[in-house]
């Protein structure tokens, strides 16, 4: 995020009037809200966390400015007391946050937020807007890179992106997912991600003919040279004629040591097998032939079924839109309370007649179990945030909703992974976030500790987040007494 720009008024209106409310009544109590999501997106047995490091910069910029005084003055809403507040605001509570790039599953907390109530209460908008967006992108990325089956995936989306933020942080949040590079270069400046691409059929038209404009752009590209073939006839024209370009390159020694063909319209399936076969019989097994045109997981998948020869792909509005599910559903729900006066929290729960909307109570953190032997995830295991556990010694989950299901994990067959780590201590960054190539590197590892049933498309497997016995029982317990 731009260090210039000042999000602070990006927040509903009705955070700021909740503020000067409990400022009038003078509240100063301390609070815990969670944020997390109830469904993970796009039909996946997951979703992945993205988004901190803008979440960081927002909160380190997080002060009004005097046109911002002035402007909320200008709404005859605020009282000049408040006002007066607000001039001199900045966070000073604790934040703590699941890294990104973590896979992570519906309910678990992925942002604790620990600070006076009217702070708490103002960063909830904007951070459920960062952390939303991201995470969203992020997790349709590993869906589509999964469909690839190693295959590269180039992140084309920008032009149909919801606006520039969108598409610079939502090709941020597509590398982070897997995504090799980007198309968007204010991204690739801002982030340090690769930039990629190719030319438009306007360069092919804007020659007399194709071959020419292939020749030009072969030799203004020696080292990086994919020519687009489909604008005329990809079969009878786009091919031989990128042929030619290549054969010309070998005889006067300038062979590209990256090359190949792109494909963007038609039977990608049966273009790419047809192009492969003239490809290899005049000489060029290793020219890639990379493809585009409204792909998605789904379409990728059932082009690898049909044996396209495809090994590079550039997805592009599908991805960063999240065509099929167009929002993440991230909420921010106030979990406990502590007065001045008290020592420890009291737990605060939202009841709801849809059972999936009651919220876990109480100041909470996040455990992984992970099969000792396999590396893989067993399962998440919300608790409170004084909760210990022991590897050695014989562990009981349940599900959180049906609490029939019931498993034990022998002690020394699992290890446990604290995932919530602190950000903000008293107001401070106390978190280094890696490179956006760093994390990256960090949420394949993460992938790979996910089954492939849990990975699947269509139907995955569940990965099961349970409640620990005593917030279980915490639950029950203000449950019951609403009754």
């Known amino acids: 995020m731009d260090e210039k720009r000042n999000f602070t008024l990006l927040t509903d209106f009705y955070e700021l009037t909740m503020m000067q409310g409990y400022f009038r009544e003078k509240a100063d109590d301390i609070v815990v809200f969670d944020a997390f999501y109830r469904k993970n997106p796009s039909g ?80 909830e908008t904007a951070l459920l807007n960062i952390v939303n967006h991201q995470s969203l992108i992020a997790t349709k990325a590993s869906r589509v890179c999964y469909a690839a089956k190693g295959d590269g995936i180039m ?104 090359y190949g063909i792109r494909l963007d319209s038609g ?34 998948n059932s082009l690898k079924n049909q044996g396209a020869a495809i090994t590079s792909w550039g997805v592009g509005t599908n991805l960063i839109t999240s065509a099929d599910n167009p929002s993440f559903g991230g909420v921010y729900k106030l979990a406990a309370i502590k007065k001045p006066e008290d020592e420890e929290f009291t737990a605060k729960i939202k009841i709801s007649e849809n059972p999936a909307k009651i919220t876990n109570p ?63 201590l008293k107001g401070q960054c106390v978190y280094q976030n890696p490179s956006t190539m760093e994390i990256r590197e960090y949420c394949q590892k993460e992938l790979n500790t996910l089954w492939d049933e849990t990975r699947r498309l269509v139907n995955p497997q569940e990965v099961f987040v349970d409640l620990s016995k005593p917030l279980y029982d915490l639950k029950q317990k203000l449950l019951n007494s609403r009754h």
């Open 362 to 424: 109480g100041n909470k953190t996040v455990f992984r179990l992970y099969n000792k032997e396999t590396g893989k995830i067993k399962a998440d295991l919300i608790a409170l945030s004084d909760e210990t556990y022991n590897e050695a010694e014989d562990l009981e989950i349940f599900d959180q909703m049906a609490t029939w299901k019931r498993s034990t994990l022998p002690g020394g067959s699992y290890e446990i992974r604290e995932m919530l780590v602190p950000v903000f």
């Open 267 to 300: 039977d990608l399936a049966y273009l790419s097998k047809k192009a492969r076969k003239m490809l290899d019989a005049a000489g060029y097994p290793d020219a890639v032939i990379a493809a585009s045109s409204d792909l998605d997981e789904y379409l990728i």
């Open 44 to 123: 996946s047995g997951y979703a992945i966390a993205c988004g901190l490091e803008q979440v960081i910069d927002y909160i380190k910029n997080l002060s009004f400015s005097y046109e911002d005084v002035d402007y909320l003055r200008s709404l005859n809403m605020f009282d000049e007391e408040f006002l007066n507040y607000l001039a001199g605001f900045h966070f000073t509570g604790d934040i703590y946050a699941i890294p990104e790039g973590s896979v992570v599953f519906p309910y678990e907390p992925l942002v604790k937020v620990v600070a006076p109530i009217m702070e708490a209460q103002l960063v």
């Open 155 to 258: 992140e084309f989306g920008l032009r149909r992106a919801q606006g520039p933020d969108a598409g610079t942080f939502g090709a941020r949040a597509a590398v982070i997912g897997g995504c090799v590079g980007t198309s968007n270069v204010i991204c690739g400046k801002q982030f340090g991600v690769p930039v990629l691409g190719t030319h438009a059929h306007s360069w092919i038209m804007s020659f007399p003919d194709e071959y020419t404009a292939f020749k030009r752009y072969a030799e203004l590209y020696p080292d990086a040279c994919t020519l687009l073939v489909d604008t005329y006839d990809t079969l009878k024209s786009g091919v031989p004629n990128a042929i030619r370009v290549f054969d010309e390159m070998k005889a006067e020694g300038k062979m590209p040591t990256r």
